[in-house]
Each structure stands twice: as structure tokens, then as C-alpha cells.
């Protein structure tokens, strides 16, 4: 169900490209370029997380001058006992390919929906000058059936597009926000109450960036839901502001379904639950905000 529905989000992208005329390339390539730099800034961003969080639990074995117990970046079990140097190396060496690998793999998935938010909105960019264009006074007298329809089929690949990623990330943003919430009252308290501790320096090496990480993710999935909701809205204010007025009635009667349909925004949903939005980021942050407090009252 998931391959299916990736596959179609996939799909839908390539053929925007492949139709696209020269006019509306230079605002493909331009969302392009802002999805590719901020891609990158998200998987890095999660892989030095992981580098960080492997650099401070070293730090702090070896502050506390533990260089005999083989600790490892994560504590587990293991089916046999590390009595050799080589034997520690490399299983300190595979738990990091690991925690990079599956930290890198998150970030794809959040890169991956940050790319399809900003692809959509920039084809509601080109159906807004679209709009623009053809109900203008050039136009006037020569608007013919081909480009209503034309304008009727973006719509609709638009609002399909927005249902495959809803449909794509409405359970994975529900997981995501809950255990953001956990994770980012968990760190905050292991932040505030190592202050004062001799470790102090390799625990804040080790958490504080994987707290902006995991913020940033919670802000990632709320901007994307709410950026859709306010870009969806600009489709009936350009359709709106255009002169459509000026053209005979069953052209301009397309133009107000248009708008109608436009009144229902486009949106993200957490489980289907409540809509994507900052004010959603308000109320995770607040709420890791109270159960710190909580934790700190019974510390």
C-alpha cells in the first residue's frame, strides 16, 4: 500500500517535469534547487547527530577513566564477550554504520516529504500564473476550451498529489510527533540535570545537537502542513483576483468552482487526527516543556 502510493508521489513528479514548458521550468528547477539544498542539510544534519552522540559517550567513558570496560556506543548484549581491542573496534565500528544508516534513512524519509510539500506548491505557483495569464486582457475574446481544461486538469493532479501524501505520511507523522514529544522531554531533562555534573561536557557533546535534531524534525512535519495549508489558499485568491469576470459565463463559471473547491485546504494530517501545523509545533514543544517540569519536581 505505501510502495504504491510512493510510487504514484514519484510518478506524478517525473511527468510535472517531462510536461513542463519553458516558461514554467525556471520555477521547477528553482524548487528543485530548494529541495536539493535543504535535503542536504537534513541528512547531514542527522549523520553528524549520530557522530556527536558517538564522540560524547566515548568522551564520557573516558573522562571517568573506563578504558578497561569495552563500553560500546549502545549498550547491548552480545552473544559473545569482547576480550580483544580488535574485537571492540569493530563492533564499535558497526553499531556507528549502523546508527549512521538508519539515522540517514530518516532523514530521507523527512527529506523526502520536505521535497513533495515543495513540489506541490510549486505547481500552485504555475496554476496561479496560469490563472493570471489566461484571464487577463490579452486574453480577452480568445480563451478557448483547450486551456480551460488544461487549467481544470492541474487542479485536480494538484488536489491528487496533496492526497497521496496524506495518505503517505498521516501515520508516519503521528509515530514521528509522538515520539518527539518523549524524546525531546527526555533530552532536555538529561541536558538541565547534567549541568552540574563532572560529565557535563561529554553529555552536552552527545545531546545537544540530537535535541535541535529532533526539534527540527517535529518543526519539519508542522511547516510542511501548514506551508500546504497557506499555499492552497493562494488557488482561490488567484483565481479571485483574475479578471474572469470580463469573459463570457460558462467560462467564468469554471472559475468559480475553482474557487469553491479551493476553500477546502489542502493539508497534512497527523494519524488523520488534527491538521499539520505550527501551532501543532506549539503544542508538542509545550507539552515536552511540562513533562520536563514534571520530571524536575520529582528528580
Known amino acids: 500500500m505505501r510502495y504504491s502510493v510512493l510510487s504514484k508521489i514519484i510518478a506524478n513528479i517525473i511527468k510535472d517535469w517531462k510536461e513542463c514548458d519553458v516558461c514554467d521550468e525556471c520555477t521547477m528547477t528553482r524548487m528543485a534547487y530548494i529541495s536539493r539544498r535543504f535535503s542536504n542539510f537534513i541528512i547531514a544534519l542527522y549523520a553528524i547527530s549520530v557522530f556527536l552522540y558517538a564522540t560524547g559517550t566515548l568522551m564520557k567513558y573516558k573522562s571517568n577513566n573506563q578504558t578497561d570496560t569495552r563500553e560500546l556506543i549502545l ?68 480563451m478557448d476550451e483547450i486551456t480551460m481544461r488544461s487549467l481544470i486538469i492541474k ?32 533530552l532536555g531533562f538529561i541536558i538541565v540535570t547534567s549541568l552540574d555534573t563532572p560529565n557535563a561536557a561529554a553529555i552536552l557533546v552527545k545531546s545537544v545537537l540530537f535535541y535541535i535534531t529532533i526539534n527540527l524534525e ?73 513533562y520536563i517540569s514534571v520530571l524536575l519536581a520529582m528528580y
Open 155 to 186: 487542479h485536480q493532479r494538484i488536489i491528487i498529489f496533496a492526497e497521496n501524501i496524506e495518505n503517505l505520511y498521516t501515520y508516519i507523522a503521528l509515530m514521528m510527533l509522538l515520539s518527539d514529544t518523549l524524546i525531546i522531554c527526555c
Open 218 to 290: 517535529a518543526f519539519i512535519y508542522c511547516f510542511s502542513g501548514e506551508y500546504l495549508s497557506a499555499k492552497s489558499k493562494m488557488i482561490g485568491n488567484a483565481a479571485y483576483d483574475s479578471l474572469w469576470y470580463n469573459f463570457p459565463a460558462k467560462q467564468s463559471r469554471i472559475v468559480l468552482f475553482l474557487i469553491v473547491r479551493s476553500q477546502k485546504r489542502l493539508t497534512i494530517t497527523s494519524g488523520k487526527i488534527v491538521d499539520l501545523s505550527l501551532e501543532q509545533f506549539t503544542s508538542v514543544i509545550k507539552a515536552s516543556l511540562s
Open 75 to 142: 549498550k547491548m548484549e552480545l552473544p559473545f564477550e569482547i576480550k580483544s581491542t580488535s574485537v571492540h573496534i569493530v563492533v564499535l565500528i558497526t553499531q556507528f554504520v549502523h546508527q549512521t544508516s538508519a539515522a540517514s534513512m530518516v532523514g530521507v524519509i523527512n527529506s523526502l516529504l520536505l521535497t513533495s510539500i515543495i513540489h506541490i506548491c510549486g505547481q500552485i505557483d504555475i496554476l496561479r500564473e496560469w490563472l493570471a495569464n489566461i484571464f487577463s486582457k490579452k486574453m480577452a475574446g480568445s
